[in-house]
Structures are given as structure tokens and as C-alpha cells.
């Protein structure tokens, strides 16, 4: 059974709150590496800003983020976790909701933010062991990816399409990551975090800052030949979403 360490998973040093009539350009500095950041007010937790708000509802609407208020676009009143509860119990939340992000709360006072990212780096920790036999057995040695990515129609782009043209196209198909190509060589890969930190957060112009000047560069692949231990393993070493 996953214990109760949200404790260990939250910095809370590093936990910024933002009133709501802070703007969407100040909420994406203040995500830091959490992905989302919390918006509070004297009753507590209003809401919640997350990468997928900025793409969705801000970017792709062509609102400007040093204008627009995170209230206006935040997600309102978000489910949260208990500093009590166990990570199963977050996992599920998470899980049954489509959530990548959750608030902690001791009581009323707000303790910080959970990610699926970070429930599943605590998992992997707290069953090492269990893991090490759940990775030997048949189901993590098949070989899934062309299962995986059967139904998938990946955006590739070329790095000299600008962020603007790229947000259009995440946003039309609702994905968070494109595939950056150029002369059918992968270059790099642009996610929402790239556009969050790399862009929003420092001001750079969608319409004149191409997706080559801020998409990740080389990034670590597998092969169709790699079984799902082998993505488990890749995807945790790196600390990468995708």
C-alpha cells in the first residue's frame, strides 16, 4: 500500500499562491516546475491554473496573457487531496477526473501541489522492490509501442513555424506535444511546458519567435521494439512527461 508522504513530495518553500486578479503572464512565472499554480483568496483555494489552461484557454483564444486576468481563465473551485490521505486515493482522483494536478490541504490551510508526475515518481520509490518483480513479469516485457501509438496522429511541424501557427494546431487537436522535423530528421519536440517556461513566462512573441528557437532539443527516443519496462524506466530516469 502507497503510504502518506505528500510531506516529502511538497517544497513548501517553493509554493507561490496568486490572488485572482493577478494576470495569466504573472500565474505562469509563479508555476515554477509544478506545472499549475494555486489561486487563493481569505476563504482559501478559488482555483487552479494549469498548462493546459494557458494553452486552451488563453493562447488558442488569442488572449493576451499580460491582460488577462487568471480568474477569467483558471479552473474554479478544483478538487483537492487531504495532507491525510494516501497517494491510491489522489492516483484515483486524478485518474476519474482527467486531473494532472491536485492542491494538498491541511484543514483550510493549503499545503501545496501534487502531480501525476510526482505520485508516480513516489510510487516507484516506495515499490521498488514489488516494482522490480511487476517489471519481470510477461505484461512489462511485451512489446507495446506500436499497440500505444496505433490511433495516434502525432502533429509533426517544421522548426521554422512560428508559436503562434503551432498553439493553433495543438489547440485544434488536443495535444499537449508536437514533433519537430526537419527534412524527416527529428530536430526536438515541443510540449506544454516548453510553452509555458520558455515562452509565456518570458515574454517571448508568438507571432516572431519560431517553435525551433524554444522546443526541446534531441530528445531521448525508444524504438518499436521497446517493451513497456523499458518506457517506465527512460520515462523516470528523465523526469519526462512524454
Do not use: W
Request: hydrophobic share 40%.
Amino acid at each position: 500500500m502507497l503510504s502518506k508522504v505528500f510531506s516529502s513530495i511538497i517544497n513548501q518553500d517553493n509554493l507561490t499562491t496568486l490572488s485572482c486578479d493577478a494576470t495569466v503572464q504573472e500565474a505562469t512565472q509563479a508555476m515554477k516546475d509544478h506545472g499549475a499554480t494555486l489561486i487563493c483568496e481569505r476563504e482559501g483555494v478559488e482555483g487552479i491554473f494549469t498548462e493546459q489552461d494557458l494553452l486552451y484557454k488563453v493562447l488558442a483564444r488569442g488572449k493576451d496573457p499580460l491582460e488577462t486576468a487568471v480568474s477569467e481563465v483558471m479552473s474554479p473551485s478544483p478538487q483537492h487531496i487531504d495532507v491525510n490521505d494516501d497517494l491510491i486515493c489522489a492516483l484515483q482522483m486524478m485518474n476519474g477526473s482527467g486531473l494532472h494536478h491536485l492542491p494538498v490541504l491541511d484543514g483550510t490551510s493549503v499545503l501545496g501541489i501534487i502531480s501525476i508526475k510526482d505520485i508516480y515518481h513516489s510510487a516507484l520509490i516506495q515499490l521498488k522492490e514489488d516494482l522490480e518483480n511487476l517489471f519481470a513479469s510477461d505484461a512489462f516485457l511485451q512489446k507495446v509501442v506500436p499497440r500505444l501509438i496505433k490511433n495516434q496522429n502525432p502533429i509533426i511541424l517544421n522548426p521554422s513555424e512560428s508559436i503562434q501557427s503551432v498553439v493553433t494546431k495543438m489547440a485544434k487537436h488536443e495535444q499537449g506535444t508536437t514533433i519537430i522535423e526537419n527534412d524527416n530528421q527529428l530536430m526536438g519536440i515541443f510540449t506544454e511546458h516548453d510553452l509555458a517556461y520558455k515562452v509565456v513566462a518570458k515574454k517571448m512573441s508568438l507571432t516572431t519567435t519560431s517553435v525551433g528557437e524554444v522546443m526541446t532539443v534531441g530528445p531521448d527516443t525508444i524504438g518499436l521494439e521497446a517493451t513497456m519496462i523499458d518506457i517506465v524506466k527512460t520515462m523516470h530516469a528523465g523526469n519526462y512527461r512524454h
